[in-house]
C-alpha cells in the first residue's frame, strides 16, 4: 500500500510545504527557511526509499500510479519509475535542499517567495521525470519555466538578468512549441499519449523523421546543443548561486532525459538516422566550446561553458546507442549534476563575500582561505575527470561506447579531455594561487560550517560514484538493455 | 387575428430577452424622470441604475439557466433557441455582468454621472443575445445594429476626453462601412436564392453547386464573402483590424474592457451558427477565407504588440491575435475544432476579464488616476507584490504557459488543427505566439525587474474588481485540475450546432 502512494507524497511533500509556507508571516523569515528547508529534505527522504525499494530485476515502470485522467480524451497521466528516471528523481531531490542551504544568507528580498519557488520547482521535476505521458510531460517541461524565469529574474545579480531571463524564456519556448505540435500529431494520429504505448507503435520513416526534429529542437535547446546554447551561459552567470545550481544539475538534464525516454525508443529508425548530425554537433560542442572557456573572465561562465562541453559527451553516449555509450550518458549527468553544482557552490562562496565573480581580482586564495581552497581544487579535478572521481568513469565509459561506433568521433571527443585540464587546472591556477593581491579584496574569511555541510554530500557522492559506482549502474543496466533492445 | 394566438407560446419561449428588454425600458425611464427632477435636486443616480442593471443582468442569466426550453424556433423561424445559442446568451450576460461590477469603481472615481452609460450597456446585451439565438438574415442585420449602434456611442462616450471621441467617430465610419457590406451581402443571397432564414437557405444550398447555373451560384458566393468579410470587420480580424488599437485605446477605460470581452462572444456565435450550419456546404470555399485571415491575425495582432507603449493598444493588438488563433479554429471546419473554439472563447474571456480588472482596480493614490503606459507599472513588485504576482500569472497564462488555463486553450484548438492536417497554420500559430510571450513578458519585466527609482502608490483595490480578480484568477491556475464541466458545456454546445 505504502509503495503505490509513493511517487504521490514526492510530489505532495513540497506542494504541502508551500500551504504551510503562505501561512507564515512575514515577520519570521528564518521559520519561512527552515520549513522549506526541512520539507526538502523529507523529500529526499522519501526519494531515499524509492531507492531501496527500487526493483532492479525488470525493465517495467514501478510505483505505478494514475494520478488523474483527462476527460473525453484518451489521456490517463500514469507515473511510474524505471531504472533511467530513478536517479534523476534523486538528483532533484538532493540539489533542492542544498540550493536552500546554499542561498541561506545571501536571500535578502521575498523570501518566503524564494522558498515557494524551489519547492514548486521540485514538485514540477518530480513530475517531469515521472510521467509516463508525453503531453503531460510537455506540460511539465514547460511548467519548470516560471519559477526558473522568476528565479533568475528576481533573484539573480545584475541588470543583465533581465536580458538573461529573456533569452532562457524564449529560446525555451521556441523549441518547445515544434515538440508540443509533434505531440498533438502523435495524439492525432494514433489517438494516445501514454508513452508505454507509445513504444509499441512504429511510425513510417519520413514521419519518424520530422517528429524526431520537433522534439530535437526542444531538447536540443534544454541539453543544450551548440547553436542553441548561447542561453546557458547567459542564465547562468545571471541566476542567483542556486538558480545556477538547479539550473546546471537538474535543468539541463532534462533534454537528456527526453532523449533517452522518448526520442529514442518512439523514433529508433530516426535516431540512427540522424546520429551523424548528434555526433557532429557533440563534438563542435565540445571543442569549441571547450575553447572559448578558456578566453572568459567570469567564473560562471567558465563553468557554464564547461557544462555545455560535457553535455556534449553525454549526448555522444547517448546516441551510441549501446550499452556502455549510454550507461556512461546517464553517469556523466548524474556526476556532471553533483560536480557541476558544487562548482557553481564555490563561485558563490566568494561571490557572497566580495560581491564580483571576475577572476582578475582573485588571487593567492590559498593563503587565506586553505579550507575553501581544498574544496575548490577536488571539484576543478572532478571536473576535468580525475581517476576516483565519478566524471572519470562515466567519461571512460562514453569514450569505451562511442569507440565501438566511431573512432574518429571518440578521437576527436578525447581531445575534450585534454581542454577539460587544460581550462580547469588555469582557471583554479589563477584564482588559488599566486601572489595574494589585496589590492583589490583584502578581508578574507574561509567556509563557514553552512558551507562546508553544503560541500560534504557532493564530495562523498562525487567520491562515490568514482570508486564504486556499480551501487548506481546496477539499477540502470536491466532498463537501458531494454531500450536497446527497443532500438534493434 | 388576435396576436397572441398568432405567436401561440413565443412569448414564453423568449422570457429572458423580453426580461432583459423591459428592464432596460424601465431603467431609461426611471433614470429620465428621476434624474431630472427639480424636486429630488437633479439627484445623480448613476451608481443607483448600476447596482439596478447588474441585477436585471443577474435575474436575465438565471432564466437563461433555468430555461426549460432546449429547442424551439419563435416568431415564424426569426429567433431560434437552442443549446447552443443558450450557452452563448450565458456567456454573454455573464461577462456582461462582470463588466458592469469591473466599471463601478471607475465610474464612481472618475465621476461620469451620467446613468446612460448602463442602459447602452444593457441594449448592446439585448443586440448580443438576439444576435447569437437569430435564425434570420434580417434578425442577424437587425441584432447586430443594436448592438453597434450602442457600441459607437459608448465608444464616444466620455465626452470631455478628444480621444474618445475621436474613437467613437472611427468606430461608427468603420461600422457603418461594414454594416454596408453586411447588408449588400445579405441581400445578394436574398436576391438569388429568395430566402433569408438560415434553415431554409442550408436546405436550399445543400448540393447547389453544379446543379444551379454559374451566374446564381457566384451571386451567393459573392454574397457570402461580404457578409464574412462583414463579420470579420465587426470582431476585429486583420486585415479589417484597423479600428482596434484607436478605438480600443480611445474608449474609456471600462468600455474597452466591454468591446475586449463580450462582442467576441457574440460574433463568435454567429459565424459558428452561419458557416457551420447555414453555409456548410460551401465549406471549401470559406475555410481559406478564415484560414488566411486568422493567419494573418496572429501575425499582425503578435508583431503589432511588440512596440505598443500603452496597455490599452497592447491589448488591442492581443486581442486581434486571439481572434487569429480563434478563426484557425473556425477554419478548421470540424466538430473537434469548434469545441476547441469554445474552449479558447471561455478561456479568453476569462483572462481578459482577470487583466482588465487589474487594470480598472488599480487606481493611483495621489488623483486615482488608472495606469495608461506599461511603464506606469515599474516597481509594482515591490510595490505590491501580491497583486504583481497575479498579474505575472495571468500573463503567463496569456502566453500559453503550463499549467495556466491559457494553455488547455491553446492546446485544445491545436489539437484540432492538428487532426485537420492543418500543419502550416498549426506551425506559423506556435510560432505567433512565441513572438506573442515577448510582450507579454514585458510587462512582467517591467513589473518587478524595471530599475527606475519611481514609486507610485496605489489605492485599495476596490471590493468588486479584487472579487472578480481573484476568481478569475483561481479559475486560470486550477483549470487543469477540474476542466470536466467546461469540457463537457463546450462540447455540448458543438453538438447542439451540428446535429
Known amino acids: 500500500m505504502f509503495d503505490s502512494s509513493i511517487l504521490l507524497s514526492l510530489v505532495g511533500l513540497p506542494l504541502f510545504g508551500i500551504i504551510i509556507l503562505f501561512f507564515i508571516p512575514d515577520t519570521n523569515p528564518d521559520l519561512q527557511k527552515n520549513v522549506g528547508l526541512s520539507t526538502s529534505l523529507l523529500t529526499f527522504l522519501l526519494s531515499i526509499l524509492l531507492w531501496l525499494k527500487f526493483d532492479m530485476s525488470t525493465p517495467k515502470y514501478q510505483f505505478v500510479e494514475k494520478f488523474f485522467s483527462v476527460p473525453y480524451s484518451n489521456m490517463h497521466v500514469y507515473v511510474g519509475v524505471d531504472g533511467i528516471s530513478l536517479f534523476f528523481i534523486l538528483l532533484t531531490t538532493f540539489l533542492i535542499p542544498i540550493c536552500l542551504l546554499a542561498s541561506w544568507d545571501s536571500i535578502k528580498i521575498y523570501i518566503r517567495e524564494y522558498s515557494i519557488a524551489f519547492l514548486f520547482l521540485e514538485a514540477v521535476l518530480v513530475c517531469v521525470f515521472t510521467c509516463l505521458d508525453v503531453l503531460f510531460f510537455y506540460i511539465f517541461f514547460e511548467a519548470v519555466l516560471i519559477p526558473m524565469f522568476l528565479i533568475v529574474g528576481i533573484w539573480g545579480s545584475r541588470e543583465r538578468k533581465i536580458r538573461a531571463a529573456y533569452q532562457f524564456f524564449v529560446y525555451t519556448l521556441v523549441g518547445s512549441v515544434l515538440m508540443l505540435l509533434a505531440i498533438l500529431y502523435i495524439y492525432a494520429q494514433t489517438g494516445t499519449t501514454d508513452i508505454q504505448v507509445l513504444t509499441t507503435i512504429s511510425f513510417d520513416y519520413q514521419t519518424q523523421i520530422i517528429l524526431w526534429l520537433a522534439f530535437f529542437a526542444s531538447l536540443a535547446v534544454k541539453v543544450p546543443m551548440v547553436p542553441a546554447h548561447i542561453w546557458l551561459p547567459e542564465a547562468h552567470s545571471e541566476a542567483p548561486t542556486a538558480g545556477s545550481v538547479i539550473l546546471a544539475g537538474v535543468l539541463l538534464k532534462m533534454g537528456g532525459y527526453g532523449f533517452l525516454r522518448f526520442s529514442i525508443p518512439m523514433f529508433p529508425d530516426a535516431s540512427i538516422y540522424f546520429t551523424p548530425l548528434v555526433y557532429t554537433l557533440s563534438i563542435i560542442a565540445i571543442v569549441y566550446t571547450s575553447l572559448t572557456t578558456l578566453r572568459q573572465v567570469d567564473l560562471k561562465r567558465i563553468i557554464a561553458y564547461s557544462s555545455v562541453a560535457h553535455m556534449g559527451f553525454v549526448t555522444i553516449g547517448m546516441f551510441t546507442l549501446n550499452i556502455q555509450g549510454i550507461e556512461g550518458s546517464m553517469l556523466l549527468m548524474l556526476s556532471h549534476g553533483v560536480v557541476s553544482s558544487a562548482l557553481f557552490l564555490c563561485v558563490g562562496v566568494i561571490y557572497d563575500r566580495h560581491k564580483t565573480r571576475i577572476i582578475k581580482y582573485y588571487s593567492g586564495l590559498t593563503v587565506k582561505m586553505p579550507l575553501f581552497s581544498m574544496v575548490f581544487l577536488f571539484f576543478i579535478l572532478a571536473n576535468m575527470g580525475f581517476p576516483g572521481t565519478s566524471s572519470f568513469v562515466s567519461e571512460f565509459l562514453v569514450l569505451t561506447g562511442s569507440f565501438k561506433s566511431n573512432v574518429f568521433v571518440t578521437t576527436m571527443a578525447t581531445t575534450g579531455v585534454i581542454w577539460g585540464a587544460a581550462y580547469s587546472i588555469w582557471l583554479y591556477n589563477r584564482v588559488a594561487f599566486g601572489n595574494i593581491r589585496t589590492s583589490h579584496i583584502s578581508a578574507f574569511q574561509d567556509l563557514e560550517r553552512r558551507e562546508f555541510m553544503v560541500f560534504l554530500p557532493c564530495i562523498f557522492l562525487t567520491f562515490l560514484m568514482g570508486i564504486y559506482p556499480e551501487i548506481f549502474l546496477n539499477a540502470m543496466h536491466v532498463s537501458i538493455i531494454h531500450l536497446i533492445e527497443q532500438v534493434q | ?499
Open chain 2, 1 to 499: 387575428m388576435d396576436f397572441l394566438t398568432f405567436f401561440g407560446n413565443d412569448f414564453k419561449a423568449v422570457m429572458p430577452e423580453l426580461y432583459l428588454f423591459t428592464a432596460c425600458l424601465l431603467l431609461l425611464s426611471y433614470g429620465v424622470i428621476f434624474s431630472t427632477s427639480k424636486l429630488l435636486n437633479y439627484p445623480v443616480i448613476q451608481l443607483n441604475v448600476g447596482w439596478l442593471t447588474i441585477f436585471s443582468l443577474f435575474i436575465t442569466l438565471s432564466l437563461l439557466v433555468s430555461s426549460p426550453i432546449t429547442t424551439m424556433s419563435v416568431f415564424n423561424n426569426l429567433l431560434i433557441i437552442d443549446a447552443f445559442s443558450t450557452f452563448s446568451k450565458i456567456l454573454i450576460v455573464g461577462s456582461t455582468l462582470i463588466c458592469c461590477l469591473m466599471s463601478m469603481s471607475y465610474l464612481e472615481h472618475k465621476q461620469v454621472n451620467s446613468f446612460e452609460f448602463f442602459i447602452l450597456i444593457l441594449l448592446a446585451c439585448l443586440g448580443m443575445v438576439c444576435l447569437v439565438s437569430s435564425n434570420d438574415l434580417l434578425a442577424l442585420y437587425m441584432s447586430i445594429e443594436l448592438m453597434s449602434l450602442s457600441f459607437y456611442i459608448l465608444a464616444a462616450y466620455k465626452r470631455s476626453s478628444e480621444f474618445s471621441g475621436e474613437a467613437g467617430l472611427k468606430y461608427f465610419i468603420l461600422g457603418a462601412f461594414s454594416s454596408g457590406l453586411l447588408l449588400f451581402g445579405t441581400s445578394m443571397i436574398y436576391g438569388f436564392t429568395g430566402l433569408t432564414n438560415f434553415e431554409e437557405l442550408a436546405k436550399v444550398l445543400t448540393g447547389i453547386q453544379g446543379v444551379s447555373d454559374a451566374v446564381s451560384y457566384n451571386g451567393i458566393l459573392i454574397g457570402i464573402t461580404f457578409v464574412a468579410v462583414a463579420l470579420l470587420f465587426k470582431v476585429g480580424a486583420a486585415p479589417f483590424h484597423m479600428w482596434a488599437p484607436d478605438v480600443y485605446e480611445g474608449a474609456p477605460t471600462p468600455v474597452t474592457a466591454f468591446f475586449s470581452i463580450v462582442p467576441k462572444v457574440a460574433i463568435f456565435a454567429l459565424l459558428l451558427r452561419l458557416f457551420f450550419f447555414t453555409f456548410h456546404d460551401f465549406i471549401g470555399f470559406w475555410q481559406p477565407i478564415f484560414l488566411y485571415t486568422g493567419v494573418l491575425s496572429m501575425l499582425v495582432g503578435s508583431i503589432g504588440a511588440l512596440y505598443q507603449k500603452k496597455i490599452k493598444r497592447l491589448m488591442a493588438y492581443s486581442g486581434i491575435a486571439n481572434v487569429g488563433y480563434m478563426l484557425i479554429g473556425l477554419g478548421a471546419g470540424t466538430v473537434e475544432s469548434m469545441t476547441g473554439l469554445i474552449i479558447y472563447l471561455i478561456i479568453y474571456i476569462v483572462m481578459m476579464i482577470a487583466f482588465f480588472s487589474f487594470v480598472l482596480g488599480t487606481q493611483t493614490e495621489k488623483d486615482s488616476k488608472l495606469n495608461t503606459y506599461v511603464s506606469d507599472l515599474v516597481n509594482l513588485g515591490k510595490v505590491n507584490p501580491a497583486l504583481a504576482f497575479s498579474v505575472t500569472f495571468i500573463l503567463f497564462s496569456m502566453v500559453g504557459l503550463p499549467p495556466f488555463a491559457g494553455f488547455f486553450g491553446k492546446m485544445y484548438l491545436f489539437l484540432a488543427v492538428m487532426q485537420s492536417e492543418l500543419y502550416v497554420v498549426a506551425i506559423i500559430g506556435v510560432l505567433s505566439s512565441v513572438v506573442a510571450a515577448f510582450y507579454y513578458i514585458r510587462i512582467i519585466k517591467v513589473m518587478f525587474f524595471g530599475t527606475s527609482n519611481h514609486y507610485t502608490t496605489y489605492k485599495t483595490m476596490d471590493k468588486m474588481n479584487a472579487l472578480v480578480l481573484s476568481s478569475s484568477l483561481f479559475f486560470l491556475i486550477f483549470f487543469f485540475a477540474y476542466p470536466e464541466p467546461f469540457l463537457m458545456c463546450a462540447h455540448k454546445a458543438a453538438l447542439g450546432l451540428c446535429l
